[in-house]
Structures are given as C-alpha cells and as structure tokens.
C-alpha cells in the first residue's frame, strides 16, 4: 500500500513525460523522435506497472516475472519479423 | 414427541461456511488475463511497426490528420483516471469507504470523457469520408489507407477496452456501496485496478505511435 503523495508524484512524472514527448514530436531532429517516444513510452508504462500496479512492491517472484517475459516473447516476434520483412527483396 | 426429539438434536447442530478466499490466486489469474491482452495488442503493434516500415512517408502523412491536441487530451484523461485509481484502492485500504467511492467515481468519469472524446475524434473523420473502406479513403496510396485500417482497428478495439473497464468499475463501485467490499476485502477493486491500468499502457503506446509520427 502506498501513500496518496506518493501516487500524485508518480502521476507528476507521467504528465512531464507527456509534455516532453509531445514537444520533442515537434522538433525537427530526424529520426531521433520515434526513438525518444518510445523511450518515454517504455518509462512512463514503466511507471505505471511499477507504482499503480504495485509490482514493485510484490513479494512473489511470479508477479515480477510476467512483464519481462512478455517483453522477450515480444522481442523474439519483432526479430523474426523484420528478419523476414528487412530482407525481403533479397540481400543486397 | 420423537419429532421434537429430532428437531432439538437438529438445533445443536450448525452448519459453519468457511469463506474460500485465494487473494494471490486471483491477482494471478488477473495477471494471466492482462499477460493475454498483452499479447493481443501486440500482434496488432508487430502489424503497424511492419506497414509503418514500408510506407514511411505515407504515414506521416496520414498521422497529420490527426487531432494531435484531441489525443494528447486523452492521454491525460487516462492517466489522471489511472491516479484515482491508485488512490481508491489506497482510500480503501486506509477504511476511507466513501473516499474510495468518490474516486471510483471520478476514474470512471474519466473513462467516459475519454470514449466521448473518441466519439468526437471518430466522428469529424467519418464526417471527412475518412472510415474503413471509404471511396475517399480508397483514393489515397495505400500506405495512407493502412494506416487509417490500424487506426480505426487498434483505438476501436482499445476503446472496447476502456467500456468494458468502465462497466466493471460500475460492478465494483456497487459492490463498494453495499460494502461487499471493504477494508479487509478489496481484490476484485485491486484487480479492476490492474485491468484499468493496462487499458492506460495501451493508450500510452498508441498515441506516440499515431499521433505523433515526424
């Protein structure tokens, strides 16, 4: 259980991390953006799991499993798939 | 008299429920289900990074049409709704019923607002001709029309999310209310909680990846 202040802090840092993602959008910095907005993306979800959804408070091994294992299900389905789709065309 | 008899000895007897509580249980079987629709959206994530490799020009163009204020709007609905959340639970925890209550109430307040301005997004489209299948929308390169596909499929699919998480936070405010859930008691807010907060992850990943392509 946490305490009201510390939610409301976690929610400050969700809004700040809006407000750079959106104004970064805007700035021609090439292809840096997507990088960046996934960056904070990955952060501000990150902050939700661990804070909202207590998983850094969880005891159990099992609840801090999931989400990293779901995150490397992921990462093998994003590399086959561009294995795939980058080479397709041939290999030059 | 041998009746009486049977009925007094049936008066000594009692019945004793034992409530069958498994509150670990039920948080897994909740983190089971969110593992699943994790899942599910990002098959549909793997889809648009692969469309959006191929047609990069066609979706930034597509992304400028837009409402860029709408969506950033949104993201901020659902994140507020995801801190009254948080706190609800914690109010709670603490014995705080009507606290609890109250910010029950403002989560699925904001949960609305979110879907109405969803309408509102959808509705200045369609008004545009801009919806799945549409002649105008079949006139553009196909990247466009990809993209315009993902967009109604993965924020339709992801507003579904959002009205069924309202529904179930209706269930739980009732429950709230008729004290079936309580300082002792509050998996199923806990775990509504955790449904809510998905439904917030989700969107936190969509609006960068429609909304603000450079």
Do not use: C
């Not at chain 1, 407000?19 to 990150?46: C, D, E, F, R, Y």
């Not at chain 2, 109250?102 to 369609?126: D, P, Q, R």
Request: aromatic content about 14%; charged content about 15%; proline content about 3%.
């Amino acid at each position: 259980m946490m305490n009201y202040r510390s939610y409301f802090w976690v929610w400050v840092g969700l809004i700040i991390l809006t407000g750079t993602t959106v104004s970064v959008a805007g700035m021609p910095l090439g292809h840096w953006p997507i990088v960046i907005a996934l960056a904070i993306a990955g952060t501000k979800s990150g902050l939700v799991l661990n804070y909202f959804m207590h998983l850094r408070s969880e005891r159990m091994f099992i609840f801090k499993i999931i989400i990293p294992l779901v995150m490397a299900v992921f990462l093998v389905f994003i590399i086959l798939t561009f294995a795939d789709v980058a080479f397709r065309g041939g290999v030059r | 008299m041998i009746l009486r008899s049977l009925e007094e000895m049936d008066e000594t007897k009692e019945l004793v429920f034992e409530e069958v509580r498994d509150d670990t249980g039920a948080k897994l079987g909740m983190w089971l289900f969110i593992l699943s629709e994790l899942i599910l959206f990002g098959g549909m994530f793997i889809l648009y990074s692969v469309y959006r490799y191929k047609n990069p020009i066609d979706f930034h163009h597509a992304s400028r049409e837009l409402d860029v204020i709408l969506g950033t709007l949104n993201t901020l609905i659902l994140l507020t709704s995801s801190l009254t959340m948080a706190l609800s639970i914690s109010a709670i925890q603490k014995g705080s019923r009507k606290l609890s209550a109250g910010l029950l109430v403002a989560t699925i307040f904001f949960g609305l607002l979110f879907l109405l301005n969803k309408g509102i997004e959808w509705s200045t489209k369609v008004d545009h001709g801009i919806y799945p299948n549409s002649p105008i929308l079949l006139e553009r390169p196909k990247g466009e029309i990809l993209f315009f596909g993902l967009y109604y499929v993965m924020t339709g699919l992801h507003g579904l999310h959002v009205l069924v998480g309202i529904v179930v936070l209706s269930v739980m405010l009732s429950f709230l209310l008729r004290d079936k859930i309580h300082q002792t008691h509050f998996v199923p807010l806990e775990n509504s909680g955790l449904y809510w907060h998905l439904v917030d992850i989700i969107w936190i990943f969509l609006f960068p990846l429609f909304y603000l392509i450079t």
